[in-house]
Each structure stands twice: as C-alpha cells, then as structure tokens.
C-alpha cells in the first residue's frame, strides 16, 4: 500500500539515497550524477523552502519523494516540483500508483489544477506525464535558471 509520510532532517540519508539512485536525473538537473547531504539539506529544509515534501513509502519501505507547492507566487498555480522513486523500484506502476494517491489528496483539498516542469532532455517524464493526462502549456525558465517544459492538468 503507497502512502505519503512528511520529510525530516533525521532521515536525510534516505532522501540521499532515493535521489542519489537517479543518476541520469541528477546529470540533466545538475550536472552531476549524484548530490551531497548539504545540498540535499539546503534544498530541503532551508528555511526559504516552502514546498510540502513527502516520502513515498511501499507499506514500511521508503521508495520515493514527492515535493509540491500548493501556491507558486510567480504564476498563482499549484505545482508538483518532483515525483521521484528509487531506482530500484522503477517499472513497477509505484510512480503512477503515487500520482493517483496525491491527484485524491489535490481534490479532497479542493485543488482543481496542477502544474509542472519537466526538463528539456527528460523524454522518459515527458511520456509519464503525458500518459497521466498532463498537456503541453510553455517553455520556462525555472527558479533555478533551467528551462523546462511546463505541463498541466485540470481537474474538473
């Protein structure tokens, strides 16, 4: 069974270790195949962050993060800013059975829309997102100076 547990700093080396086993993300994002516990803690739990970042557990296993911004200043949108799972777990259905998890939550908070970036490069998200029934709204520079293709998806 999926559920969504809220990050803390005492478990920061399992965050290190779902994001640091995605090393072809980490290269498109950063440049590198892998972050370190300070980058991960500055992202994370700096106290500029304003993103709700979960776990996504399989029963008791930590498999994943799920990072979202209910209220994004720069275009008055909700956003989901990652939905990642180990490496391991991958080819499962983990990933889409997550998205369905958080799109109830979305609704029950009464969320009617979604946004998010993908990155130029990043074809294997684009066909997840697609395949979720995201649609291709612009090209943008994010916070951090990348460009990203923006998706969205209405929840009538």
Known sequence: MITFEL?????????????????????????????????????????????????????????????????????GFPWLGLLMIHNDYHGYGFGT????????QLIKRNIHGLRLGVLIDNQQAKSFWKSQGFIYVENKVNADGIEVEVYEKIYS
């Open 7 to 75: 990050i803390t700093p005492d478990l920061i080396e399992v965050i290190e270790e779902i994001t640091n086993s995605n090393q072809n993300y980490n290269l498109m994002e950063n440049g590198r195949l892998t972050r370190t516990k300070e980058e991960l803690m500055k992202e994370y739990f700096d106290s500029s962050h304003q993103t709700e970042t979960s776990f996504i557990k399989l029963d008791d296993t930590y498999i994943g993060l799920i990072d979202f911004l209910e209220l994004n200043p720069r275009d």
């Open 97 to 104: 059975n997550a998205f369905i998890l958080f799109e109830v």
